[in-house]
């Protein structure tokens, strides 16, 4: 009997029993949003307890992989709609049609807000952008950035922060809309530039919010609530949308296997219903509402972002079955050539940027050949588009990489990027001081 006893209390440690009336949600969002709703839910519905899991977006796919049915979060709520598609075909969501709000328009531009199968639902709107912090452009004598290549001017080295998309959803998205909008080499082109201008990839997304906020870096890209509600809550700082940027909804699900269903489904409803929207307008949070702005009235702060004009004029109709055929193949690619060799490209970077300034009054032939072979060697992704587009490719890092051989093989591919990359910029920055040398 004691036995008996002393395993069933081993079980109950290993696997604790939902709690009833408790809505567990795992999400990548600031407490300032988290913290509003769960107040204002739990108002309307005393019966019902809000658990918060913070955690970043990649991180919260990696923890509904691996935590087992039954005793998994109950929503899954983030603003990288990717990612819900990779938890689709994970099939680790479940439909929850009856939640929807029929306020809520169809499409924003071209983007359906909805899945159409009722796996998940916009929430939010959300556009991506460059965030400046305008006393640091005074002070340093730099002009507001209007489009992702004003980034990439030699002005703005140093002065530029990123995160990396494996640490962030909604960079993963800037990353994918910039791929989508200029093509994937010359999008990875900038990419590249933007990070060899950059001070530093920071660990989480809102590092770079954070830090633009306070001063410590001038500008970066990132989601639009990070931006606007920087701005209205009296910081020096603005936001822009370039025109290579998309509006897609940050969406909410119901997770399959979860702890309180019926539960969930009644925060859901929450979230998307007339007062759940309501409290995306305050300037803390400052997200841009699914349902029309007709329906808030005055409630509209001036001067707010108007979704459609934006998804109106964007040159970028966002793929999202295409960000998600490639999502951990991007993320890789930028840890192993960019957050894992930062060091390297910046050096390459600032040696180019040297050379150019130098050869600018000279016109020296040799010397802007030598820049061409360096400029080719630091911003010229390690995987080009023809190997990317392949089926085959994609579905390698899509694959479960807790198989030994699949494993093997990506770690291969890895390690010969990396290497890869910190020989081309090292090489890059050699030849571009060879150029500065003979520029004079």
Known sequence: MRRLIAAACALALAAPAAIAGTVTVITSFPKELTAAYRAA???????????????????SIAFVRETAEGQRPDVFWASAPDAFEVLKRDKLLAKAAEVANPKVPAKI??????????YYFGQALAGYGIMANTRYMKANKLEMPKEWTDLLKPQ???HVAMTAPSRSGTMHLTVETILQGEGWDRGWSQILQMAGNSAQITERSFGVPDGINNGQFGAGPVIDFFGLAGKYSGFPVEFVYPQMTSIVPANIAL?????????????????LSQEGQEILLDPKISRLPVLPYSAFGSKIPAGYPDPGAIAKRSKVQFNADLSESRYSLVQSMFDQTITFRLKELQAATRAIHEAEARNAARKNPQAAELIRQARELAFTPVVSAQIAD??????????NKKEVAVAKRITGLEETWNSKARANYEKAAELA???????G
């Open 255 to 271: 997770i399959g296997g979860s702890k309180n269903a019926a539960e969930a489904k009644t925060f859901i409803q929450f979230a």
């Open 41 to 59: 839910f739990e108002k309307r519905n005393p019966g019902i307890k809000l658990e918060i899991l913070n955690k970043s977006t990649v991180a």
């Open 109 to 118: 531009g071209n983007y359906p807000i909805n899945d159409p199968e009722g």
């Open 390 to 399: 392949q089926a085959e490719f994609q579905k390698l890092f899509a694959s």
């Open 433 to 439: 001081r060879k150029a500065a040398a003979l520029a």
């Open 156 to 158: 703005w080295f140093g």
